[in-house]
Every structure is written in C-alpha cells, then in structure tokens.
C-alpha cells in the first residue's frame, strides 16, 4: 500500500509562489508511477493540474490553467513528486492532491494540502 503524503500550501498573496511537494512510502517502485496534481475548488469537481510519467524522460502534461505557471517534477531517489507555482492568482484557490497510479489496481491518494490566493 502506497501511501503519499502533501505538503507545502498555505495562504499567499496573488502573484506569488509555492512549492508544494508530495511524499511516497509503501513501494519500492516509485519512479514506475504516474504522478498526477489534481485540485478541487469549493462547489467544483476535482480537476488534474499538472502530471508527469515515469522513465528517463519523465514526459508532462499541464492543464490549459497551469501552463507556463506551474512546473512538475520527481525525484525518484526521493520518492517526491513536486509542484511549482508562480504567478499564483485567486482562482487557483482549491485543495491539491497527489495521485500514484501505476495500473488500475494501484491508484493512491493524499490527503490534500490547502492551498489559498487572497490578498
């Protein structure tokens, strides 16, 4: 059993930044993971943020919203999957999760970390 663990939200100003990080204990194979941000506002459906494969590579994908403000990235030696936001603005409000899927039977959640823009 995964387990995954968030950290890094907070309250920031809009236009500033924060760096939230997700922990991975449990497996052995962390670097086979798809490791997926997804975000969910009050009232709204949980939405993917920003995801990054496995592989040398580590190839990315970023909603419309998140590109050219956020950046993923993993260290695998670590088992921690980042996010970078800059620029932040109101509308990122929302809790942040961390996915781990590597296959239909291993699909894990965090707990979510808070993450508020408000000045």
């Known amino acids: 059993q995964v387990q995954l663990v968030e950290s890094g939200g907070g309250l920031v100003q809009p236009g500033g930044s924060l760096r939230l990080s997700c922990a991975a204990s449990?497996?052995?194979?962390?670097?086979?993971?798809?490791m997926t941000w997804y975000r969910q506002a009050p009232g709204k459906q949980r939405e993917l943020v920003a995801k990054i494969n496995p592989g040398p590579a580590s190839p990315t994908t970023y909603a419309n919203s998140a590109k050219g403000r956020f950046t993923i990235s993993r260290d695998n030696a670590q088992n921690t999957v980042y996010l970078q936001m800059n620029s932040l603005k109101p509308e990122d409000t929302a809790v942040y999760y961390c996915n781990a899927n590597r296959d239909i039977w291993h699909s894990y959640w965090g707990q979510g970390t808070q993450v508020t823009v408000s000045s």
């Open positions: 449990g497996t052995d194979i962390f670097s086979a993971y798809v």
